[in-house]
């Protein structure tokens, strides 16, 4: 049986299983309530986070890699230690220019992402 990530209150990396969500990305659905949520996004050089948008507001942390994050009209190639916001119905999307993963935080929670 798959771990249920809701409302857990001490989260170990290694505990949570990685899910294929496109080519090239995985990701992890660390904790969760019906307000927030925290996942984790591993990008495979080259990987294209498609640009879509979502009523979510959302903020994001480069926690390794190279990113061209494009947020509405505006592109920014971001590091390892960057972060950025993403306001709700904006158009945005990313491109892995070096393999690495974004921690990303969205209120209110993804319920797209839980099956």
Not at 34 to 50: W, Y
Request: glycine fraction near 8%.
């Amino acid at each position: 049986m798959a771990l249920n990530p809701k409302e857990l209150r001490f989260v170990k990396a290694n505990g949570i299983p990685w899910e294929t969500v496109g080519d090239g990305l995985r990701r992890k659905v660390f904790t969760y309530d019906a307000n927030l949520m925290m996942t984790m996004v591993a990008f495979e050089m080259g990987a294209v986070g498609s640009m879509h948008q979502h009523p979510h507001t959302q903020v994001s942390y480069v926690e390794s890699g190279v990113f061209e994050i494009t947020i509405g009209e505006e592109v920014k190639v971001l590091h390892k230690g960057d972060a950025y916001y993403i306001p709700p119905n904006i158009l945005h999307g990313a491109v892995c220019r070096e393999p690495g993963v974004l921690v990303d935080v969205f209120t209110p929670m993804r319920e797209d992402f839980i099956e």
